[in-house]
């Protein structure tokens, strides 16, 4: 049980280090975009269109492992199944939208969230998403090389509240 808790919080700080934000422990959008603090960062809504840039600029997907390769898929329920929406693969420093199956982890979130996402309310949206079971990831890899791989991004695991 402790030891899938644990993968369940390098999951969860593996996506954080994809957003870029990590509100709780005041890395935040702000100081990523070159701002003192997050009062300073203008609110940047985040959606398909912009989703690459706002990641490839981030702080936390520039500090990923250099051989990171993360992808970032979002689904609907419209026609009472899941249907895959758009997907993103995540490298160190660079975000694209792409689908790749030949990847470290999937982590997968329903689209409905993507709308009310910002910079300034993203890791309240994750939790929330995470509390109704909207957020998910899976993995080919080991759980002791994901571990190992991503072990520096274990602190912006704060952004869900763990």
Excluded at 14 to 32: C, D, E, M, Q, R
Excluded at 99 to 113: A, E, G, L, Q, W
Excluded at 149 to 160: A, D, G, N, T
């Amino acid at each position: 049980m402790q030891k899938n808790r644990f993968f369940i919080y390098l999951g969860i700080a593996v996506l954080i280090a994809v957003a870029g934000v990590a509100v709780n422990n005041k890395t935040t959008l702000g100081s990523f975009l070159g701002a003192t603090n997050s009062i300073d960062a203008p609110t940047i809504d985040i959606e398909y269109s912009n989703l690459p840039q706002v990641f490839s600029s981030s702080r936390m997907v520039n500090e990923l492992p250099a051989d990171a390769n993360v992808v970032l898929r979002f689904y609907n329920f419209n026609s009472g199944e899941r249907e895959w929406e758009k997907s993103y693969i995540i490298r160190k420093g660079e975000a694209k939208e792409e689908y790749n199956t030949d990847t470290d982890m999937i982590v997968f979130m329903h689209s409905k969230y993507l709308g009310p996402l910002n910079n300034k309310n993203f890791c309240l949206i994750i939790k929330e998403a995470q509390k109704n079971g909207d957020f998910g990831y899976e993995s080919k890899v080991s759980d002791a090389r994901l571990l190992w791989k991503y072990k520096s991004m274990i602190k912006y695991r704060e952004c869900f509240g763990f």
